[in-house]
């Protein structure tokens, strides 16, 4: 075997099986032996055999499969499948079936840098805030694909009730941000948010994060604050930081969620680093 095709079975709209069942269909007619799993298959894989991961879905199935293309050093790419997929969007994977195996199949591997959140790998970035509370209520109530109407009802249900929580962030040892109520946002690259452009100076090819911070009160004064934000452009009205070791706590006995590009990863506090292993990735 030389191509492992990886799927959600609920990833895009639970597209991702069918999909990789197309990929896999034109790879054979090129002579290139492949084997596609589900996500819940890949502790049985013989990762010997594997040559290359390809990731059909979105950014949660590439979370899935992280673990394994580090601890194995296996390059991986990504067939957008899913809701958003920031990593396809960073490095310009194409849709067109096609188009994308010949892409793939010229076997460019660069190295990348990959951030660790409460030891959980992560590609794109991690916050602390209003979106990780609507990521939160969607890991405890969602139960099929993930649809156009998902993330739309899961934020209408969380942003009016949502409350800011006062957080303490420390970066590289040095204090940032001395108990303030707002949204925190670490970036490893700049795709977050559908080209909100928040944290645009990202890059996973570098030793630190990028950080920045939000002060808000509530989930409306957050809307509002992006929104006037990206009409203007001016997200350096709040300061940017760079770092390679972080950490965050809150002023709060309650849980305050995190979340890693579109997962619930647990309750604070959190500590976030890059890890040691490189991300070999197809360019």
């Not at 298959?41 to 594997?50: A, F, M, N, R, T």
């Not at 100076?201 to 990206?230: N, W, Y």
């Not at 890693?260 to 604070?268: A, E, K």
Request: hydrophobic share 40%; glycine share 8%.
């Amino acid at each position: 075997m030389a191509s492992l095709i990886v799927f959600n079975p609920i990833s895009g709209k639970g597209q991702g099986k069918k999909q990789a069942l197309i990929l896999a269909t034109m790879l054979r007619a090129q002579g290139e032996e492949s084997q596609s799993v589900g996500t819940e298959q890949l502790e049985s894989i013989d990762w010997g055999v594997v040559t290359k991961i390809i990731v059909v879905g979105g950014d949660g199935t590439l979370l899935k499969v992280l673990p394994y293309a580090l601890n194995q050093q296996k390059p991986v790419c990504m067939y957008p499948a899913g809701y958003q997929c920031l990593f396809a969007r960073e490095f310009n994977y194409p849709k067109d079936h096609a188009k994308f195996l010949a892409r793939i199949l010229r076997g460019q591997v660069e190295k990348f840098q990959v951030g660790l959140a409460n030891d959980h790998p992560f590609c794109s970035m991690t916050s602390v805030g209003v979106d990780s509370a609507v990521i939160k209520y969607l890991d405890q109530t969602r139960k099929g694909p993930i649809t156009s109407l998902t993330y739309p009802w899961a934020t209408f249900k969380t942003l009016f009730s949502y409350r800011a929580s006062v957080l303490t962030v420390h970066a590289n040892g040095e204090l940032i941000i001395d108990a303030r109520r707002g949204y925190l946002i670490v970036g490893n690259n700049p795709q977050y948010a559908l080209g909100l452009k928040m944290i645009p100076e990202a890059q996973m090819k570098s030793e630190v994060f990028a950080i920045r911070f939000v002060p808000c009160k509530h989930g409306l004064d957050f809307l509002l604050k992006t929104i006037f934000a990206l009409l203007t452009g001016r997200w350096n009205k709040y300061p940017l930081h760079f770092a390679g070791d972080i950490t965050v706590s809150a002023d709060s006995k309650s849980q305050i969620a995190a979340q890693s590009d579109g997962d619930f990863i647990g309750d604070l506090p959190l500590h976030i680093v890059k890890s040691k292993q490189k991300l070999l990735v197809i360019i």
